[in-house]
């Protein structure tokens, strides 16, 4: 963590101004490099999930991908931290059965799912949360895919499985640096530290992707061009990334990453973005990716969905709009 | 919110400290002075439901609590964000009856229960929650009680009615100044700004008040007293102000606030204690009061419902230990 940080958002009631969100903002550049910077591009993060286009790359460019023939979907769900709705489940249990795996086989661990209706009525039936409907199991049914093609046994989120040692080798060619290290996410996977201005690099490396011809570049285009076509696989209905992505004014691929962090890929422009918010708050990243989008005139802050994100209002449990959040101005523009 | 604060504590995800919280603390005098500020003690707040002790002032010093037979569950009831467990429910429910009030004068507003059992059976049986199981629902028992005393009318909550221009004199009195203005709590009650070294003051002042005669002070004395005799009404199971009030070496009442707000009140010592966690991180304030409260030899480091708190442990979806949050080193002394 570094003492450098922007303000990124303050959360008021009434007249009061009674958070506020710091935080890190870093564009890059077709070439990779920082275009602009609010707080410090040095700082060192864990990007978590959205990292997960990344760690998806040695899926596609293994070859592994089209030898099982995982379409735009599946590649969408790989990079996916989503809703864990029917939709999202039934494609999962698809894509498993498809390649005869079991959930058994799977490491990411049960989650209830985020969809409210789906979460209650389990809860009516008695039943329990499988590792289905862990947000991450889009992920994990890509690992178990490439782990059947590279070999390495049954745990392939250890860190010297051949799976996990393919990820962090393509985090460190799209970020351009050795990763100084990692922590073992909510999912059990592990997720490679980087700094805020080579994880920009990394995105806008997406961004420019389809003009190169390598396998990698090949890899992340089609990755990227999966979750834009399949806005609500990468998420799902209410989530940000979903909204955003579908509100946006050219194409831009957009993904959330605990404790705070936001991405986008905007091939139009060829340049990356990565957002953290200091204290790890999703409203802070949410936001702040928001404001940065309209900024750049991604996104239209009069428009409903993004206006949710960018000046959320706050309501009480009478309904009673009792505050909101506001992006710093310096962000906004 | 003001540019100058102090860490209270980071978030460890293996090798990398990914998150980072940062906020003001003051411990206030016998006397009311600040005695150690970490921060800006002249930082505008919202305490939120860390006041409701202040709001619970009138409600005992006017009389009506005495005329209606409150006792101290009433008193803590009052002062409480309980977990909407049965036995909160089921007291909050017996005082309304006591006093013949209905659910429905209740302004609140209905909440899911945060007991889990509760709320899943409540799912289950396909019933809705009530406004009893709003966690503030004790607080507006004493609203309830305290109008039925000055008159005013049904709408208790709104700012010019007796009740809250009660309230707000108690909290002007025991902030010893004026408040600059409120905003609209969750529950729709008023909820009112002042000074960190205000608030810490407010809470010297409940710490010292069995030195003084006056009817406020005495009222003050028995609120802080019912408070310390029944941690688990104040908040409940496994929440950090019934856990930490229960395993301190002296006696303190401790109260959570939303948005990152916490507070202590020492009668030993006659010292009161504010924190606020600048990003409104509930995690940040439980680890900077259990942070103080240990420098302060009020807890003990070592006490496993303390290091909960203090130092908790970050388990993922596999039930792995993925890292720590660690409170701040200047902090914790």
């Not at 809860?123 to 889009?138: A, E, F, T, V, Y």
């Not at 389809?210 to 992340?220: I, K």
């Not at 909204?243 to 990453?257: D, I, N, W």
């Amino acid at each position: 963590m570094s003492p450098s940080t922007a303000r990124l958002c303050e959360v008021w009631r009434g007249p009061i101004a009674e958070s506020v969100h710091f935080g890190h903002v870093v564009i890059a550049g077709p070439d990779g490099e920082v275009e602009a910077a609010w707080g410090d591009p040095d700082a060192t993060i864990l990007p978590r999930s959205s990292a997960k286009m990344i760690q998806a790359l040695p899926l596609v460019a293994s070859g592994a991908a089209d030898a099982r023939g995982l379409g735009p979907e599946q590649l969408a769900l790989a990079c996916a931290s989503h809703q864990g709705a029917p939709l999202h489940v039934a494609k999962v249990a698809e894509w498993l059965a498809a390649e005869g795996f079991d959930e058994a086989e799977m490491r990411c661990g049960p989650e209830p799912s985020r969809d409210k209706n789906l979460r209650f009525e389990m809860i009516r039936d008695g039943k329990s949360p499988s590792q289905l409907h862990n947000n991450c199991s889009g992920k994990h049914a890509g690992f178990l895919t490439l782990a059947a093609q590279l070999g390495g046994g049954a745990e392939y989120v250890e860190p010297e499985h051949p799976v996990q040692i393919a990820a962090r080798d393509a985090f460190e060619v799209v970020t351009d640096r050795e990763s100084p290290g990692f922590g073992i996410d909510g999912c059990s996977a592990p997720n490679f530290a980087t700094t805020m201005s080579a994880m920009a690099r990394a995105m806008s490396w997406f961004a420019t992707a389809h003009r190169r011809e390598d396998t990698l570049s090949r890899a992340g285009v089609r990755l990227r061009e999966a979750m834009m076509a399949h806005p609500l696989l990468v998420a799902g209905e209410g989530r940000a990334c979903t909204l955003l992505m579908q509100a946006a004014k050219e194409p831009v691929a957009l993904k959330t990453g605990a404790e705070g962090f936001f991405i986008a890929i905007l091939p139009e422009r060829g340049q990356g973005i990565a957002i953290k918010a200091q204290d790890g708050a999703t409203r802070a990243a949410e936001c702040a990716i928001a404001a940065v989008l309209v900024r750049m005139g991604v996104l239209d802050a009069d428009h409903r969905d993004v206006a949710r994100f960018l000046s959320p209002q706050i309501t009480n449990r009478r309904g009673i709009v009792t505050g909101s959040i506001k992006p710093a101005v310096t962000l906004l523009g």
